[in-house]
């Protein structure tokens, strides 16, 4: 059945960035139920329809018009020169795109003055690549292990990476960084000019965002004597002001403020220092900002 034209038509993308996104969509309270139909889940949200697609052909789609919204990386979008709106960047799946090649065909670090053989998924970055750097170079496309064509089959590689460690095994060295992707939300351009489909993206936007804000964040709630409150409150970091409210039966205070987690380890032995007592610190599902 052909669902109504105001209805979102949803991408998430499969294989390693599937488990990231449901995850994510799951803790915004969105769940993802996959049927005996495994490419056509049932989403719990209303007016969305989902589909698991290649994040490839996600960008593909959404330049077409095709799909309203869908999760894709930076990489395949810049590689693809699609002209899509990005929603967010949910820091998911951080990869870099890199130039790499053997340890042994470097000459003073760098390539060997001489026509070379770049082997890539990533044609069209790899090819601005090498017109950038005045390189000779013939363009090898690969399909998946393209870290292991050089020497025998390619001088250098254009790849994504993300801790370098498959890079090492098999000894190359990375020379250049084109650029740094991650799991990214993005949605078409024709989508967004409809107001029925832009109002239902943006509570969905906000949905997820919600979700990626408070996994940056606590809920740090303390006690405090009147005397030495403003003293706790100099060094309390918070995304406006802290909540402070009067103890029961008492001149003490109450404060409640939501912390970057990385922040913890100086915040929470200053407070102490400063007079705070019963610190407590939660993990909050969401944030609304």
């Known amino acids: 059945m052909v669902p109504p034209a105001s209805t979102i038509q949803f991408a998430i993308p499969k294989g390693r960035m599937y488990a990231e996104v449901s995850r994510l969509l799951e803790d915004a309270g969105i769940r993802i139920t996959v049927t005996a139909r495994d490419y056509r889940p049932l989403i719990g949200i209303p007016d969305f329809t989902v589909k698991i697609l290649k994040p490839r052909a996600i960008v593909e789609m959404l330049a077409a018009g095709a799909r309203d919204l869908g999760f894709a990386g930076a990489d395949w979008v810049a590689e693809s020169g699609a002209e899509l709106v990005e929603l967010l960047d949910t820091g998911l799946d951080p990869v870099r795109l890199v130039a790499a090649a053997p340890r042994s065909i470097l000459a003073a670090g760098g390539l060997p003055d001489r026509p070379l053989v770049v082997a890539t998924e990533y044609v069209g970055l790899a090819q601005r690549w090498v017109d950038s750097g005045g390189i000779q170079a013939t363009l090898l496309r690969s399909y998946g292990a393209t870290e292991v064509l050089p020497p025998e089959d390619a001088d250098c590689i254009v790849d994504n ?117 019963d610190i407590v610190v939660t993990t909050p599902e969401q944030i609304v900002v």
């Open 161 to 277: 990476t993300a801790s370098g460690a498959t890079l090492t095994q098999n000894s190359l060295e990375v020379l250049d960084v084109l650029m740094e992707s991650s799991t990214r939300l993005y949605a078409s351009p024709r989508a967004l000019d409809l107001s029925e489909k832009r109002e239902r993206i943006e509570r969905f936007v906000m949905l997820v965002r919600s979700v990626l804000e408070a996994r940056k964040r606590v809920m740090l709630e303390l006690n405090v004597p009147a005397d030495r409150l403003e003293r706790v409150i100099e060094v309390l970091p918070c995304m406006r002001e802290p909540t402070i409210a009067r103890l029961h039966a008492s001149d003490d205070y109450a404060v409640k403020a939501a912390v970057l987690r990385n922040q913890l380890p100086r915040v929470i032995p200053s407070i102490k220092v400063r007079g705070g007592t």
